[in-house]
């Protein structure tokens, strides 16, 4: 199963950066990524349809993250990791504290707002696929944003704790 | 796009690199994928072994007797069909402000309660109308306001929306709130417009069979949830039986069943629930998924599955 070890490989990064800002946790975007794969591992010529493999997977972390129990709630840890390789000291620095901000005000987030925010953006899906993704209508897409855009506002840094005027949620 | 918004995208992209690197992930794939595969084999073996030790021991009381199937008790005839009917309209032009894909006003039942969603017209908002019969919680803040000719209350939400709240009858209650926020006064003359005029929508789905004592809380254009009697009304699928529709591709692997002459997959997890999906050849797929403290038997779970027909407004959803 050649195509497979060459899916792992080549998309495996791009997969686990999606589980990680969904949850926020290393070790639970792991587990996710993994089960995930799995699943494809076992009925790999199955699902390799015209849009591959990939877009099976997102989905099923996407499940998972959504609608399972979490597994390690109670270890999730609120500060990321710093990022592996050299990094300048300062540069570090200032990424925790930014990391600590927003992983603080993420995980305060109900899920499905947290998802919204993660599919909106960093994957840079429109009001009407996430609705399809989340099961609900654009216009709770909207508000599930407007809320999550709140939270996050009131808390990412000292700039952004003055009210600003809502300037729509439809990008 | 706001400065928030920026900020929350760079944010995003930032600290994404900050994931695990999933150096061993293939391994630890491969490894736990054949364990499964072995778990799997053991277990049909046994079940084969099992089964046909019996057959072995009775094959006089099988052909003298033949086994009939009882009625399963878990599952009774639906008193009507699921839809949701909410007493109001939104003013009439309120489709005007439907973003393409959202269509005119959602109707869909929510924590048990019917819920109306529209786009409020000339603004960024969306008004959502919740009927109930006992009145809404409000916040100390909130302070009196005629709503409809009638006393109510006005109040500016922790979450920086606003709402109204207001008594329609002797058991309706309605409480209309906008997000982002819109003017009391604006939202008064929303309310004052409001037509009474009921709207009725379907749920997805037309069942012949329901799980006994569940009762709908949920409905929307692709699910329906059935909540047990000792589990609280709430908006998520844990500790209930949800029907969706989603989109073939989207299937977890598992055990392959028969449902009313469609391939059907029956999926366990370790936290004790049972998903069955099965393929509606359409390129649609209709899930039912059991996440209650005491599981559907799986003969119920087909036969409730296969009583369910798909009406044409469904949409899939969560994939």
Known sequence: MRDFDDFVTGRSAALLRFAYLLTGDRHLAEDLTQEALVRVHRRWHAIVGEDGPEPYVRRAILRQ??????????????????????????????????????????????????????????????????ARLLGCAPATVRVHAFHALHRLRSVLTPAFSHPLPFRGDTS | MSDVEHRVRDLLQRHATDAPAGATLLAAVRTESRRRTRRTRLLVAAVVTVLAGALAALPLRLAAAPVTVAAPSALTTPDASATVTFPLSPPSGSEAGSEAGSGAAEVRLAAGLPTLSWSLPGTDATATLTMSPTRPAMPATATPAAVRGRPGLAAVLPDDGVSLVWQESAEQWFELRAYPPVPVDHLAGTAKSLMPVPVTTPAPFTFTVVPAGYTIDNINTSAVTFCPADVPFDQSFVGKITVMLGVTGEQAPGRQVDVAGHPGTVTSSADGWTALQVDLGDGRLLVVQSAVRVPLPEPDLIRFAAGITVNPAATPGRG
């Open chain 1, 65 to 130: 993250y959504l609608s399972w129990r979490r597994r390690r709630a109670s270890t999730e840890r609120p500060i990321a990791s710093p990022p592996d390789g050299p990094a300048d000291l300062a540069d570090l620095a200032e990424r925790v504290v930014d990391a600590d901000e927003m992983w603080t005000a993420l995980r305060a987030l109900p899920r499905s707002q947290r998802a919204v925010v993660v599919l909106r953006y960093y994957e840079d899906l429109p009001d009407a696929e996430i």
